[in-house]
């Protein structure tokens, strides 16, 4: 079923199929909402956070999961490095390696940053006829984005942002 009217006196959907298109659309104009949910961090930055957070150490495991560049992680290591929202560690028994943590400020700033999106979502999802089940599709459809990427990593081929692959 697909919304047509906000007006409580028109019927609210009709029996047209969602376009993938659409799907794309709203899920692109979500994106940019939640990222200008917060001032602290551009999107990028709170995807390395959120993974550091989640557990990942190392910049290239980070660059693998997030499907970018590691040159692209290595400016948002060192941009988050130098506002002291993370830190390097010596790995042991690599010295070409560093751990990342979160600071208490990077932790700080992750737990507001998140508040604020998770704010702004629910308030977009409790305009939906079903706002329990938008929630449960967007955690269904993080889920299938993380067995893409580990299906990529497990063959030994990653695809960055840009289209290209890596190796």
Not at 120 to 140: F, G, I, M, N
Not at 143 to 151: C, F, P
Request: proline share 4%.
């Amino acid at each position: 079923m697909r919304p047509v009217s906000a007006d409580p006196d028109v019927p609210r959907t009709t029996a047209a199929p969602i376009s993938q298109t659409e799907a794309v659309r709203a899920l692109a104009r979500a994106s940019r909402m939640l990222e200008r949910s917060s001032s602290e961090l551009s999107m990028a930055h709170y995807r390395v956070l959120a993974a550091i957070a989640a557990g990942d150490e190392r910049a290239s495991r980070i660059a693998t999961r997030l499907a970018i560049g590691k040159p692209t992680i290595s400016a948002a290591v060192d941009a988050l490095c130098q506002r002291g929202l993370l830190a390097r560690t010596d790995v042991a028994g690599d010295q070409r390696a560093a751990a990342l943590r979160l600071t208490e400020e990077g932790r700080r700033i992750l737990t507001e940053v998140e508040v604020q999106m998770t704010d702004r979502l629910d308030d977009l999802v409790r305009r939906t006829p079903a706002p329990d089940q938008v929630l449960e599709s967007l955690t269904w459809l993080g889920a299938a984005i993380d067995q893409v990427m580990a299906e990529r990593v497990a063959s030994g081929h990653h695809q960055t942002v840009t289209g290209h692959h890596q190796r």
